[in-house]
């Protein structure tokens, strides 16, 4: 009897509680649907970072007034989403759509986790350049948006705005500009071979050999005597020599350096424009200047939208990227709440006025995408950790071509 | 204590005997029950949300571990048997979810290839390389697309050069003559089909689903292909490349007809050895244990990685503990004035978090731009992190800046409940200063503190944080093309070889080496343990 009292208490208490706490979510949180549109049970999940969550936010409300369906934005860290994504969709906890960098495609393709998308005629008003960048064996497997590369960046105030034509050029000015240092540029403690990369392509030594068409094979393509003469430079820059590169100069100390004027040049990408700017410098962006006589050509990285192969809500997933992301008033969102390169063409036109931007610009032209293949993963160790031991002091030629010996095993 | 089956049977209505515990007085609707009553209304109502949002989800394991501890915490806390479970239940059950539960799953990865290139199942994998090779035919225009319905089957209607074609899956495209099309080129009605309207498309899920799997041949022929479309209002003519045949488990290239079949490694494979890009993961028995010991590439490094692990643990551990010690006993000491304030200053390293304490020592030991160069070696260049025994050196250094507080804590504490008696003792015997500490105080102090030791051992055993943050493991081996260095330890370098971080994930090498080190640092804290229960008995 008591039993029965205190179970059936147990049980009253339990449902008050519960309904309690779905009264407040119950509710259909979309009301204005279109006529006969009841769609609040779908919820279409999207991965975004803190910076791009305002633009996404703002195209998810008209969508989620069009179609009655509900966005959920779940805000990650950048470096996370690669991982994560690879982790959850096969677990079916990943979302529908996440934001991500062009380079995680080939990773993705070959994790199963990524669907491909089709933009149909809007091709049009892409940069070809940023579709290539997502297509990966002929099929297009992301919506891009925004373009990123880094440049030559310059204190208009210690050695004005003519970008120097090769690297010699830019040291006599920056040397005759009188600061701490001609020039500087993060290397770390780790090596840093995606911001000297503008340097090491011009002595034609690229890190993947590439097809006719742009795309990228698996052969190594830095080893051979190309890549031996951009690493003797590097030693004759490094510690060693005359110290431009440094393995003591990591992000921050780069930053702080040409922030206070030590230094007239520097290699960085848009995300450091602030800092100089809040800093009081004036800054002027041109190309990365050759030191082996080719082009300087860095690495150019796209950022898009991904859809993922194990989304419930496919239709609804393409409906929001192609009908509310790929719009003009969608991309300018994006690009005003994080400044990069836009691959819309009508919005990069826009915004092309800004001598900053136009600098980036004219460095994404003579940039090459970065590779998106997955044997790309197994480079940066190698490659960046070769970069530092060469810049601290290693025996330059046998140093690199064991890296490509390394590197080659590893991916083969 | 005796056992007396007796209350158990206790009936009802029969007042209580003496002895009793409490929680078996029926005193009817208490303050006490009723609390009991909310508390466990907020427990059932956590696991019936868990248990619908499981259902929403399909997760069928959950929804069923999550039933059965709503019913045995009730059964358990409602009944009046379960005394000592009363106590227990909830240890148990987070005990099952975060011990358990992770330690049979990290095993479970390390008997399977996980990682890339097999990262879900083998349906995920078949749906994923048919999506990758279905391609849009580089012909094909883009065409307005209307949905339509004849009863349960569905179909596509487009326009095509001004004129209607209809089709469903089992009928390719026909001319629908008496169609009717709206300005923007949009079929809205037909004879013999009902047109889905967008809103009725937006509304059901189910049915968006069916019109993403719909294809429509666009002829008899297969070669010509089939329409489908991605967001429901425009289509494509698009041609499948592979072929599934799920009772063979084959994977065909219908244009070059070379046949992909399954391998034991969780690959499609082609008789000239060519794969498919996707795989799935499976089981692949001892295989990556045996890896981290037979390949060469990994082993000897891997030696030497351990080496430096233990030397680091014991070496941190002792170095801290004497550090601790010394300080706790020059400020026990009653002449010493301010202790207390003294005392708060010397533990203000235990408070900062370790990973902060990790990146700012990284950027004072810069060489060139760092404090420490400057302040204390006049500007001297001394390259505290890229030279491999100055790192190692480093590492000790800050991690003895980190832990010596917990240990002056420890110290001081075991200090002030040593007997006066005992000492008092010593003093009386004719011990001097010296003879006192080492007969009497340093006994004392190692049976308090020895169980602490082993624990921080096993702590400093996989410390990833300091190595992560302050060197990342490097400086690097030269010698190897392992990606590892002279300051890794065992965890950084599983973290390292994995590719957890980026590169090539190998999730089941990982979980291996972590359970190889889980039993080292396992055996190692039970011998010790045992040792100091020895010592414990010997008092």
């Known amino acids: ?10 049980v009253v208490a339990s449902a008050l509680i519960l309904s309690a706490c779905g009264g407040g979510t119950a509710e259909p949180t979309s009301t204005d649907a279109g006529p006969g549109v009841d769609n609040s049970g779908i919820e279409l999940t999207i991965w975004v970072d803190a910076n791009r969550e305002p633009a996404v936010a703002a195209a998810a409300q008209l969508f989620e007034a069009e179609t009655g369906a509900t966005v959920v934005l779940v805000q990650k860290n950048f470096e996370d989403l690669r991982t994560d994504f690879i982790a959850q969709v096969p677990t079916g906890e990943g ?24 933009i149909g005629d809007k091709a049009a008003d892409f940069e070809q350049v940023a579709l290539d960048a997502f297509s990966y064996d002929g099929q297009l497997y992301g919506l891009p948006y925004a373009l990123e590369t880094i440049a030559l960046i310059q204190n208009v105030d210690l050695v004005g705005t003519d970008a120097p034509a090769t690297f010699e050029d830019m040291i006599a000015t920056g040397l005759a500009a009188g600061t701490d240092r001609p020039f500087v540029i993060n290397v770390g403690a780790g090596g840093d071979g995606y911001t000297s990369y503008g340097f090491q392509t011009s002595f034609g030594a690229p890190v993947f050999v590439q097809e006719a068409d742009g795309s990228y094979t698996s052969e190594v393509g830095m080893g051979g005597p190309d890549g031996v003469a951009f690493a003797t430079w590097l030693s004759e820059n490094g510690m060693a020599g005359n110290g431009y590169f440094s393995t003591d100069v990591d992000y921050d100390i780069n930053q702080s350096l040409f922030s206070e004027g030590a230094a007239p040049y520097t290699i960085q990408g848009p995300w450091a424009i602030g800092t100089y700017t809040d800093a009081g410098v004036n800054v002027a962006v041109n190309p990365i200047p050759s030191a082996g006589g080719g082009t300087a050509a860095p690495f150019v990285g796209v950022q898009g939208f991904y859809v993922s192969s194990q989304s419930q809500n496919t239709l609804l997933a393409n409906e929001f990227l192609i009908t509310y992301i790929a719009t003009e008033e969608a991309q300018r969102a994006l690009y005003d709440a994080d400044p990069r390169i836009p691959a819309y063409i009508a919005v990069a036109e826009q915004v092309a006025s800004d001598p900053i931007v136009a600098g980036f610009i004219a460095s994404a032209q003579n940039g090459v995408p970065m590779p998106s293949i997955p044997e790309m993963g197994s480079v940066w160790d190698f490659w960046n950790a070769a970069e530092a031991a060469i810049v601290s002091g290693a ?18 | 204590m005796s056992v007396r089956p007796s209350h158990a049977t206790t009936g009802a209505g029969r007042p209580s005997p003496a002895g009793e515990p409490h929680s078996r007085q029926w005193r009817g609707l208490g303050i006490g029950f009723l609390i009991k009553l909310l508390l466990m209304g907020i427990v059932n109502a956590l696991g019936v949300a868990v248990v619908l949002a499981a259902w929403a989800s399909e997760s069928w394991a959950i929804l069923g571990a999550m039933v059965v501890i709503v019913v045995v915490v009730d059964w358990i806390y409602f009944s009046k048997r379960a005394l000592p479970l009363k106590y227990l239940t909830p240890g148990l059950i987070f005990l099952a979810i975060f011990q358990l539960f992770t330690m049979a799953y990290t095993g479970y990865v390390a008997f399977t290839n996980y990682g890339t290139g097999h990262a879900g199942s083998q349906t995920q994998a078949v749906d994923a390389l048919l999506i990758q090779n279905e391609r849009r035919l580089e012909t094909s225009p883009s065409f307005v697309l209307s949905i339509v319905r004849d009863g349960d089957e569905l179909g596509f209607a487009i326009v095509v050069d001004g004129a209607v074609r209809v089709g469903s899956p089992e009928s390719p495209l026909t001319e629908a003559p008496d169609a009717e099309v709206d300005q923007a080129g949009r079929v809205v009605s037909l004879p013999d089909w009902e047109v889905v309207s967008r809103a009725e498309l937006l509304s059901d899920r189910g049915l968006q689903q069916a019109v993403v799997d719909l294809r429509v041949p666009v002829s008899d022929e297969p070669e010509d292909g089939s329409i489908r479309t991605r967001e429901g209002s425009t289509g494509a003519i698009y041609r499948s490349v592979l072929e599934w045949d799920p009772d063979a488990q084959t994977m065909t290239n219908v244009d070059t007809g070379t046949v992909y079949s399954v391998t034991d490694r969780g690959r499609f494979e082609a008789p000239d050895g060519t794969q498919l890009p996707v795989g799935w993961y499976v089981t692949v028995g001892f295989e990556n244990f045996t890896r981290a010991v037979t390949d060469s590439n990994y082993s000897t490094p891997l030696l030497r990685v351990a080496g430096w692990t233990f030397a680091f643990a014991i070496l941190t551990v002792l170095s801290s503990f004497i550090l601790g010690l010394i300080l706790a006993i020059v400020y026990n000491d009653p002449r010493v004035r301010g202790r207390k304030f003294i005392r708060t200053l010397f533990i203000l390293p235990y408070a900062f978090p370790a ?45 003895l800046w980190l832990s010596y507080p917990y240990w002056f804590l420890v110290c001081t504490g075991a200090l002030q409940a040593l007997p006066t008696e005992t000492m008092e003792a010593a003093r009386i015997d004719g011990a001097g200063r010296w003879r006192t500490f ?13 169980p602490l030791a082993i624990a921080s051992f096993a702590f400093n055993f996989n410390n990833f944080t300091l190595i992560y943050f302050l060197t990342e493991g490097r400086p690097r081996f030269t010698d190897t093309s392992a990606p590892l260095g002279h300051t890794d330890i065992l965890i950084s370098a599983i973290y390292q070889i994995s590719g957890v971080a980026g590169g090539r994930a190998d999730y089941g090498l990982a979980s291996a080496l972590s359970i190889i080190v889980f039993i080292v640092v396992g055996a190692i804290s039970a011998l010790a343990f045992r040792q100091t229960r020895k010592l414990e008995e010997m008092n």
């Open chain 1, 1 to 10: 009897m008591r039993n029965t009292i205190a179970w059936g208490a147990a």
């Open chain 2, 355 to 399: 990973f902060m304490s990790g990146l700012l020592w990284r950027g004072m030991l810069n060489p060139e731009y760092g404090i420490i160069n400057e302040f204390f070696f006049m500007d001297a260049y001394i390259p505290w992190l890229s030279d491999p025994w100055l790192a190692k050196f480093a590492i000790l250094y800050v991690n």
């Open chain 1, 395 to 412: 025996d330059p030629e046998s140093t690199w071509l064991q890296m490509i010996a390394d590197l080659e095993a590893a991916i083969s």
């Open chain 1, 95 to 118: 979302p529908d759509i996440t934001i991500g960098a062009h380079d995680w495609t080939g990773a993705f393709v070959t994790a199963g986790v990524v669907n491909t998308v089709d």
């Open chain 2, 438 to 450: 080492r007969s009497v105080t340093m006994p004392l102090i190692t049976v308090s503190t020895a």
